[in-house]
Nanobody
Framework: QVQLIESGGTLVQDGGRLRLSCAFSGGTFTDYGMGWFRQVPGKEREFVAAINWSGAGVLYADSVKGRFSISRDNTKNTLSLQMHSLRPDDTAVYYC?????????????????WGQGTQVTVSS
């Protein structure tokens, strides 16, 4: 079974930078597109970014476009999210997801497997 474990979440100041990681195991990493979602209490899980199996295709939510960068390392079975210019409204639990969708756009609807999440808190 595919397992995903996020790491890297912490407290960071307004305007700061942070890199999140997601370790993939239990399957063939390149069978999956990958994505990042986030969720705050009382709100629905929100799409953040997606990347196709090769890393050549990426997609970002408007709220993070120009500030976040998604990448993957297919030699290490890892997914990353590089965040800068962080704002307090970026505060959330961040989840990675693995998707069997063929097109990167389809990852925006959610994946097939999910990690447990990592907390990012941006101080105001």
């Amino acid at each position: 079974q595919v397992q995903l474990i996020e790491s890297g979440g912490t407290l960071v100041q307004d305007g700061g930078r942070l890199r999140l990681s997601c370790a993939f195991s239990g399957g063939t990493f390149t069978d999956y597109g990958m994505g990042w979602f986030r969720q705050v209490p009382g709100k629905e899980r929100e799409f953040v970014a997606a990347i196709n199996w090769s890393g050549a295709g990426v997609l970002y939510a408007d709220s993070v476009k120009g500030r976040f960068s998604i990448s993957r390392d297919n030699t290490k079975n890892t997914l990353s999210l590089q965040m800068h210019s962080l704002r307090p409204d970026d505060t959330a639990v961040y989840y990675c997801t693995a998707s069997r969708a063929i097109f990167v756009q389809d990852i925006e609807r959610g994946g097939d497997y999910w990690g447990q999440g990592t907390q990012v808190t941006v101080s105001s």
